[in-house]
T-cell receptor, first 110, second 113 residues
C-alpha cells in the first residue's frame, strides 16, 4: 500500500459546481497535513493546512478524518481558474520529511 | 512569488554525466528540501538540509548528494546520470525543520538522453 494515495482524476466539473477530493494515508501516527496546488509545468504552491477541527479559507474547506485516515479538500462554486492538480502532503512520523500524493487533476469547464 | 530561486531552469545531459542544481532559499528560511517529480507523479523526497547538515534522506542512491551553505542556499549533485533521472527537481525552503509549509522554487527540468 502506498504511504499516501490520491485518485489521479481528472475530475471534470462545470463552473459553479462543488467538488471534493480525498487523500488517504497509511501511517496512523501522521500528525501534519497540507494541500498544495500545482498548475501545469509549474511548482507546487501551498493551498492550506489541514487542522484536526477542519478549516475553511473562502471557497475551500479542508478536513481530517483520523479514524479512516484520510484528508479531504472541498471546493465550492468552482472557477475556471481552479483547474489544476491538487497534491496532498503528509508528514512521515519520526522524520522531518513530507510525503506527497500523486495529485488529483481538476478541470473546471465553462 | 515565493522568493525561492533555482538554476538552471532547463538542462539536457547524457547518461553518465554529472549535474549540479542550485537553489537560493527564501529570506529567513534555514531549511531546504529537495524533491524529484517525474511526469505524472507527485514530488518524491530526496533529502533535507538544516543549518548546513543533511537531516533526512529519501530512497535515493548515494549518487544523489547535496550541500547547504552558510547563507542557507543549497546544491543538489547527481553523478552517473541515468535516463530515469529525467524529471523536475524542486527545491523547497521552510522557516523551520518540522513544518510542512514548504515554499517551492520553479524547479530545474532535467532531461537525460
Amino acid at each position: 500500500r502506498k504511504e499516501v494515495e490520491q485518485d489521479p482524476g481528472p475530475f471534470n466539473v462545470p463552473e459553479g459546481a462543488t467538488v471534493a477530493f480525498n487523500c488517504t494515508y497509511s501511517n496512523s501516527a501522521s500528525q501534519s497535513f497540507f494541500w498544495y496546488r500545482q498548475d501545469c509545468r509549474k511548482e507546487p504552491k501551498l493551498l492550506m493546512s489541514v487542522y484536526s477541527s477542519g478549516n475553511e479559507d473562502g471557497r475551500f474547506t479542508a478536513q481530517l478524518n483520523r479514524a479512516s485516515q484520510y484528508i479531504s479538500l472541498l471546493i465550492r462554486d468552482s472557477k475556471l481558474s481552479d483547474s489544476a492538480t491538487y497534491l496532498c502532503a503528509v508528514n512521515s512520523p519520526g522524520t522531518y520529511k513530507y510525503i506527497f500524493g500523486t495529485g488529483t487533476r481538476l478541470k473546471v469547464l465553462a | 512569488e515565493t522568493g525561492v530561486t533555482q538554476s538552471p531552469t532547463h538542462l539536457i545531459k547524457t547518461r553518465g554525466q554529472q549535474v549540479t542544481l542550485r537553489c537560493s532559499s527564501q529570506s529567513g528560511h534555514n531549511t531546504v528540501s529537495w524533491y524529484q517529480q517525474a511526469l505524472g507523479q507527485g514530488p518524491q523526497f530526496i533529502f533535507q538540509y538544516y543549518r548546513e547538515e543533511e537531516n533526512g534522506r529519501g530512497n535515493f542512491p548515494p549518487r544523489f548528494s547535496g550541500l547547504q551553505f552558510p547563507n542557507y542556499s543549497s546544491e543538489l549533485n547527481v553523478n552517473a546520470l541515468e535516463l530515469d533521472d529525467s524529471a523536475l527537481y524542486l527545491c523547497a525552503s521552510s522557516f523551520e525543520l518540522a513544518t510542512g509549509e514548504l515554499f517551492f522554487g520553479e524547479g530545474s527540468r532535467l532531461t537525460v538522453l
